[in-house]
Nanobody
Framework: VQLQASGGGLVQAGGSLRPSCAAS????????VGWFRQAPGKEREFVGA????????YYADSVKGRFTISRDNAAKTMYLQMNSLKPEDTAVYYC??????????????WGQGTQVTVSS
């Protein structure tokens, strides 16, 4: 599966963005998918994931209640609705496909990142 993320950008604190991740090749609907992020000087961290079978969602505590993941299997696309953005959300956001384990995503495939910058 090849993944292509897009839709990042620059937004003021309190604003919203909706990055998306389009898949090609493979069987997108057979994988759980999700997002990770990496801020400068920090390790890559899990943001959220959605399962392929039931659409169950899982989120990091830092984004719970502000971010929402959704997927359109027919369009082979995943979305990350980001509301009430904070400067600490600034990072490169990566989409990934794999399987959910213990509330997080074990990725087998990575997309390239999309930059999200939140100004204060």
């Amino acid at each position: 599966v090849q993944l292509q993320a897009s839709g990042g950008g620059l937004v003021q604190a309190g604003g919203s963005l909706r990055p998306s991740c389009a898949a090609s090749g493979g069987s997108f609907s057979s994988y759980d998918v999700g997002w990770f992020r990496q801020a400068p000087g920090k390790e890559r961290e899990f943001v959220g994931a959605i399962t392929w079978r039931r659409g169950n969602t899982y989120y990091a505590d830092s984004v719970k209640g502000r971010f929402t993941i959704s997927r359109d299997n027919a369009a082979k696309t995943m979305y990350l609705q980001m509301n009430s953005l904070k400067p600490e959300d600034t990072a490169v956001y990566y989409c990934a496909a794999g399987f959910v384990r213990a509330g997080s995503l074990s990725p087998g495939f990575w997309g390239q990142g999309t930059q999200v910058t939140v100004s204060s």
